[in-house]
């Protein structure tokens, strides 16, 4: 199990960042601005001892104000601007109004992106292109909330917290520097660090916070709301289920009924898990699977049938990311699954639980983005993939199929 330490693609070893984002923290001249993933929430309580799965949103954000960032926002906020993208992307190759293939497989894990374009760059059309939350959140953070804020973006740092060691090399992906080609400002990276939920609580214990004992605080208004949609988006099948919500809705101008809200089918641990959903007359075949060993599985096994795939690469999703605590004491899978429970418990209390109905989605839209999937939409939030067959080796090849992992 080496994958705790290592990216399950492209040999990515965790490097800890937070020493460069607390020097940024106490550089005057710079605005540090850090965003959190859902599944971070659900897990950086367990390495203070807190049980499995508490959910602890209020004193992570407390933690990050106490370590001197100057905002903290949400990047479920971008999830659910990522949904909304992707579920108009997924109905507009339904209604065969692009070129784009069926099915469309998700995108927002960065190591299902890259073995796509190692081992099956004949998928790449069919992988959506609308990018990560994170991939999301950096250029709007750079472009729109500097913009109302009065920020120069180039004092800005933008920071995202996540359970996940391969967004490390996604946010270094050349290509992700939308915000500095909109601004005309080369060297402007869209997110300048990554730091895992293990080096947030390195970071504290380092600076001597009792995390137990503080006070909940809240996100930043501005970009800081998110839908019961956004916070699923951690967890294995959650991505699918927040996306059909939406499909949903778009499609039949109504609110998605009960069984589509709590969509069973696609939750759980299983592997493999399939549903097909009837909306507006057409019948739509959804598969969602974690794991590499998975995703061949399905793959060989002939994808056509489906419209829309989901794909993880770590154990249960985010939640059993790379960056996540690691507690070898443990039953690692009853770990997980108290985390995926933490999730879909905050989606049940939340009253938003559709991304297109978050006002403030519904604001950056009419502010600053237009419609899903207008030009200036597809030139900040869509991106393209390249074909790296041409890196397999041997090595990497068996390195590969070895694959397991045992946080
Ligand atoms: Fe990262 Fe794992 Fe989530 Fe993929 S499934 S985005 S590798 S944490």
């Given amino acids: 199990g080496q994958c705790a330490n290592v990216c399950p693609v492209g040999s990515i070893t965790e490097v800890y960042e937070y020493p460069e984002v ?19 929430r659900v897990a950086l309580g367990e390495e203070f001892g807190m049980p499995k799965g508490a959910f602890v949103q209020g004193k992570m954000v407390a933690l990050l104000r106490a370590l001197g960032v100057d905002y903290v926002l949400d990047t479920n906020f971008a999830a659910d601007l990522t949904i909304v993208e992707e579920a108009s992307e997924l109905l507009a190759r339904i209604k065969g109004e692009t070129d784009k293939p069926l099915p469309q497989f998700t995108s927002c894990c ?47 740092v933008n920071v995202a917290l996540t359970p996940c060691t391969a967004k490390k090399f996604e946010i270094r992906r050349e290509e992700m520097n939308a915000a500095g080609q909109k601004l005309g400002i080369a060297e ?82 299983d592997g493999l898990r399939e549903a097909s959903v009837e909306i507006a007359g057409r019948v739509i075949n959804v598969a969602v699977v974690h794991g590499t060993e ?8 002939g994808i056509e049938k489906y419209h829309f795939i989901e794909v993880m690469t770590c154990p249960g999703g985010c939640i059993g990311g790379g960056g996540q605590p690691k507690d070898f004491a443990y039953d690692a899978d009853a770990a997980r699954k108290a985390r995926i429970e933490g999730l879909y418990e905050r989606d049940a209390e939340m009253e938003l639980h559709l991304s297109h109905e978050n006002k403030e ?3 950056l839209y009419q502010e600053f983005y237009d419609t899903p999937l207008s030009d200036m939409a597809e030139a900040m939030l869509h991106t393209a993939y390249q074909d790296r067959s041409a890196d397999l080796t041997k090595g990497a090849k068996k390195k590969m199929m070895k694959w397991k992992c045992l946080i």
Avoid: C
């Fill in 22 to 40: 607390k020097a940024a923290v106490q550089d005057k001249d710079k605005i540090v601005i850090v965003s959190t993933s859902p599944s971070v």
């Fill in 110 to 156: 960065p190591a299902w992106v890259k073995f796509a374009e190692t081992y099956y760059p004949e998928l790449l059309p069919h992988v959506s292109t609308a990018k990560s939350p994170i991939g999301m959140q950096g250029p709007t953070i750079k472009t729109y909330f500097a913009q109302k804020m009065g920020i120069d973006p180039r004092k800005i």
């Fill in 188 to 269: 402007l990276r869209d997110m300048d660090n990554v730091i895992t939920t293990r080096e947030l609580a390195l970071w504290a214990k380092e600076a001597g916070i009792d995390f137990t004992s503080l006070e909940d605080s809240d996100f930043d208004k501005f970009m800081g709301e998110a839908s019961g949609a956004g916070v699923i988006f951690g967890n294995t099948g959650g991505v699918m289920e927040a996306a059909l919500r939406t499909a949903y809705a778009y499609l039949t101008g109504e609110q998605p009924p009960k069984e589509i809200l709590k969509l069973e089918p696609v939750r759980g641990y």
């Fill in 294 to 301: 998975n995703v061949r599985k399905l793959i060989a096994g």
């Fill in 361 to 363: 989605i519904q604001q």
